[in-house]
Structure formats: C-alpha cells, structure tokens
C-alpha cells in the first residue's frame, strides 16, 4: 500500500518478454457509455489459480464500478514460450491502461502492512504482494480473491489519485485492521464519495488524452 518512484525499466523490460495466446480482454459488467473506462494488464508471477484471480478482478471491478467506472482486464503470459502471439502486451501503456503485476516475493524495504507498490513515475504500474494477501486471509475473515481484488483496487486508486496520503476511512486506509476485513467481507470496503469523484475525473482525463494521442499517430 506505497506509492513510489520505482523503476520503469524494470516494467518495460517486462512487457518486452510477456505474450500469450491464452491473453483477453473481459469486461466483467455492463456499465453505461457515459461511465469512464480503463483497462488493466496483469502478470500473475505468483501463479495464483485461475478461479481466485477471476474472483479477485471481478472483485476490485465491482469496487470500481461502484465508484462509476468500467474496468477490462487482460491477463497478459507469464512465459516467455508464449512470446508474439499477443502484442498488445508489448505496446506502451497508453494513460487510460494500467498494469499490475503479482508477486510471490516481498522486497526487504517493505513495511509488514504492505500489501503492494504504486509506482509513481507515470501513474500506470503497480505491484500486489501475494505473501501479504496470504497473511490476511489466513485471519479466516475475508478470503483469498476479496482481499487480492481489494488490494489491486487500492495500488490502482493510488495511480489514478496521484501521490496523495492514504485516507483514514474506506479502501485508501494505509493498514487494514480486521474490522476492515470484515467491511471487505461484506462488500462495504470501497471508495469514499469523494474519492470515486476524483478518480471518475482522473478516468475521464486519461481517457481523452488517449485518444488524442491515438489520432494525433494516425495523422
């Protein structure tokens, strides 16, 4: 739960290696045109089991959604084998496209509350620590895929909040105790109002400068 300067190289070398024919793209919800949008690329390094990642993102996308945006996600390959079949994932991310990755190991530097890193250079790229989520869930009060899809929604908030602190209420806590466990349990750990404003505005701006980037490449 940092937000970070971490090292972009790091990131690009990644998408250099990662494709997958196994690669798409699933909206989870229908949500009205006028809803702002984004997309999440994510690198399951922690091989987590199909079923709690599915949960976990149709868990951090009901959180969006409650805050007025549509997430898509792509589960971009892991193996370097899979190489060319997808170059999606090779492309830049454009400002309306995340990508989070999921690791089995934790950086020494963390703080043991850490569930993960947004990187703030450019406010696209964030990291889940899977140990982290292991910790939670062994308190037996929010499963595996809730407190990963919480998590993932707390590194993206970051991104589209910008650098600000973490917030004494909601998602944006910077440590989860178990009452907020218990919140995630029953779905009432979201945004705050105020912050679902401010991150449907930040959707919103990525969004057109997206898509002016996208026609000022084909002119």
Known sequence: MTTASGSLRFWKCLIAVLLSPNLFIRPILAQPQTSPGITVQVYNWASIASPILMAAENEAFRIFHEAGITVSWLNCPVSVQEVEANPICLEPCPPSRFAVR??????????????????????????????????????????????????????????????????????????????????????????????????????????????????????
């Open 102 to 219: 999921i690791i089995s190991e934790i950086p020494k530097n963390r703080a043991k509350t850490s569930l993960g890193v947004a990187l703030s250079e450019n406010g696209i790229y964030a990291t889940i620590y899977y140990p982290r989520v292991d910790a939670y869930a062994k308190a037996g009060v929010a499963t595996y895929s809730q407190i990963l899809g919480h998590a993932v929604a707390h590194e993206m908030g970051h991104l589209l909040l910008g650098p600000a602190p973490h917030a004494r209420f909601g998602i944006m806590r910077g440590t989860w105790t178990a009452e907020d466990l218990q919140s995630m349990a029953m779905g009432g750990f979201l945004f705050t109002p105020h912050q679902s404003a401010l991150i449907r505005l930040a959707a919103r701006q990525r969004m057109e400068t997206a898509l002016k980037q996208h026609s000022a490449s084909r002119n």
